[in-house]
């Protein structure tokens, strides 16, 4: 494993962090709007439909996955800018 790779691990731990607390935040704020709720419904809810439920999971995948993407690619363009090396 190469200095730069090395060095990134625990900033990249950071990072995910942060997406997964941000895509949180986004998931709310769209869910909120698109149902008027302040919550997605959690699987185990009782009194919500299959789709309620459904649709709550992929927003919340879909927000996710875009955050950590979007976070790790400026977070590795980062370390290219700073040490010239991409770490892969």
């Known amino acids: 494993?190469?200095?730069?790779?090395l060095a990134y691990k625990?900033?990249?731990?950071?990072l995910s962090a942060a997406a997964g607390?941000?895509?949180g935040a986004v998931t709310r704020q769209v869910w909120r709007a698109a149902s008027?709720?302040?919550e997605p419904p959690k699987a185990t809810e009782r009194d919500r439909s299959w789709g309620e439920v459904l649709a709550a999971a992929a927003l919340?995948?879909?927000?996710?996955?875009l955050a950590k993407a979007t976070v790790d690619r400026a977070g590795a363009a980062t370390?290219?800018?700073l040490t010239g090396a991409w770490p892969e």
């Open 79 to 81: 370390v290219k800018k």
């Open 21 to 23: 607390a941000a895509a």
């Open 10 to 14: 625990p900033v990249g731990v950071l």
């Open 1 to 5: 494993m190469n200095a730069t790779k």
């Open 60 to 65: 919340q995948g879909a927000v996710f996955a």
């Open 36 to 38: 008027g709720e302040a």
